[in-house]
């Protein structure tokens, strides 16, 4: 059972200095009113003349990595906003899974943007908390996230047109950046494991193995990651929410479609690094049967050699029978030589004539 609807946000803001609430945080506020003119930085201390704009838009960005600014970021929640102390709770907590929770007059989102290093490999996620009102937007996070200063930037340049009075286009705006950074984040594995498996057959190392391993963990990560992240795309096309009105759902449908798609190129990008760690063990294994095969056909060439030696070293010739012995010692030993150092080169020339090696 959802939660009872909040209470309608009131007009006053708490009392605290603009200067007091930026000193931990990084906040960036937009506002558009109802006649179409948008601010950037609008002042704080008008913040309740935005939010009692129903026909405006407020989209308030906080950044906060440390300790006061968490408490900062809280009180900004729980007395402006009058968010639940659980949806706050849940925003200020890192490490979720995506999920949408509605909480009537707003909805709280999570979403994970992934990012990868190219150096390491090493994929990572940066959780963006979302809260979506009739009339405003918040967005909260921890780490800088690339794709809201390219929406900040987009704005700039066009504001009627990518600051629109509906704040679940803002959403759908944001959620498609993301979605497009995961589709990047497919591409860099997918160059990176073409230059592994190139290295794969020109140098099968334990270093290659290991970057494999890292990749593989990195696509399975992602895999795992754009599930929920999918599920949460399709609450937001096909049920009812009161900040998200019926006309705008199909934006969130067409979301769903291409991250869809994307789920199933991380599919397709996991089965090519499994071929990619089936050709490197093949390729050793080729390499271990050609060092095998060389390491036999030396024993075989000198082979007629150790017979020789170990013929003529034997206590077989005594005296008597070496006076018996119709060819001298010396043509002996030179005709001993010549057979040693004919036979492996016969041997060779048999075995590349075989084709052997």
């Not at 206590?315 to 018996?324: K, P, Q, T």
């Not at 150092?341 to 016969?346: G, L, M, Q, T, V």
Request: aromatic content about 10%; some cysteine; hydrophobic content about 45%.
């Amino acid at each position: 059972m959802n939660p009872p609807p909040a209470q309608p946000v009131p007009a006053p803001v708490p009392e605290a200095p603009a200067s007091e609430l930026g000193n931990h945080s990084v906040i960036h506020l937009w506002y558009r009113d109802g006649s179409g003119a948008v601010r950037e930085d609008w002042p704080v201390d008008r913040l309740g003349e935005a939010l009692a704009d129903s026909g405006g838009l407020l989209w308030i960005d906080f950044q906060a990595a440390e300790e006061p600014a968490l408490a900062e970021v809280q009180h900004w929640f729980r007395d402006l906003f009058h968010f639940h102390e659980l949806a706050i709770e849940d925003a200020l907590q890192e490490s979720h899974s995506p999920k949408v929770d509605d909480w009537g007059s707003y909805l709280y989102l999570v979403y994970l943007v992934p990012r990868i290093d190219p150096k390491t490999d090493v994929l990572q996620f940066d959780e963006l908390d979302v809260f979506l009102g009739s009339n405003y937007l918040v967005t909260y996070h921890l780490a800088p996230l690339s794709l809201l200063d390219r929406e900040r930037d987009n704005i700039r340049r066009d504001p009627r047109h990518h600051l629109r009075p509906e704040p679940a286009f803002l959403l759908v705006r944001l959620l498609e950046l993301a979605v497009d950074q995961s589709l990047a984040v497919i591409e860099q594995l997918d160059e990176r494991v073409d230059a592994l498996q190139d290295t794969v057959i020109e140098h099968p190392t334990a270093r290659v193995i290991r970057a494999i391993f890292r990749v593989k963990r990195s696509a399975i990560q992602l895999h795992k990651a754009l599930g929920p992240q999918r599920e949460v795309l399709n609450r937001l096309a096909r049920d009812p929410y009161q900040p998200v009105r019926a006309e705008h759902r199909v934006y969130f449908r067409d979301l769903y479609d291409h991250l869809v798609r994307i789920h199933d190129i991380s599919e397709s990008l996991r089965d090519l690094i499994a071929g990619t760690l089936e050709t490197y063990l093949s390729v050793v294994s080729n390499r271990t049967n050609d060092i095998m095969k060389t390491l036999t056909m030396v024993t075989v060439m000198f082979l007629p050699m150790s017979f020789l030696a170990g013929f003529f070293g034997m206590n077989f010739f005594g005296e008597r029978l070496a006076l018996e012995w119709p060819l001298p010692r010396g043509l002996l030993f030179a005709g001993t030589c010549v057979i040693m150092a004919i036979s492996p080169c016969f041997m060779w020339v048999y075995a590349r004539r075989r084709k052997w090696f």
